[in-house]
Nanobody
Framework: QVQLVESGGGLVRPGGSLRLSCVVS????????IGWFRQAPGNEREGVSC????????DYESSAKGRFTISRDNAKSTVYLNMNNLKPEDTAVYFC?????????????????????WGQGTQVTVSS
């Protein structure tokens, strides 16, 4: 089982930035693809971004493209989500999750059912 711990959430004004971190405890560093998801009150959990096992492939939800950047440092067992130009609609609890289901180490997607292990989440609030 993979253990994931998120940090870096907080309160930020519209237009501001945050960097979320996800520390991944896995037997082999970098073995899992990692996704970032978010859930706002009353909404379903949705995919934001993912990064493949080796880090060569990434994917972003449409509203995140151009504003968010995902990266991973396998030496530190950490995946980052840099979020810029934040908007009130980005307010949600952000979760990271791990998947070993993808057929290729150079692939990931944002389907929640592909991810088996989840962190507890970190709150991001964008408000003036």
């Amino acid at each position: 089982q993979v253990q994931l711990v998120e940090s870096g959430g907080g309160l930020v004004r519209p237009g501001g930035s945050l960097r979320l971190s996800c520390v991944v405890s896995e037997t082999t560093p970098g073995y899992h693809a990692i996704g970032w998801f978010r859930q706002a009150p009353g909404n379903e959990r949705e995919g934001v971004s993912c990064i493949s096992q080796g880090g060569s492939a990434t994917d972003y939800e449409s509203s995140a493209k151009g504003r968010f950047t995902i990266s991973r440092d396998n030496a530190k067992s950490t995946v980052y989500l840099n979020m810029n130009n934040l908007k009130p609609e980005d307010t949600a609890v952000y979760f990271c999750a791990a998947s070993a289901r993808f057929y290729s180490p150079s692939y990931c997607d944002l389907e929640t059912y592909e991810y088996d292990d989840w962190g507890q989440g970190t709150q991001v609030t964008v408000s003036s």
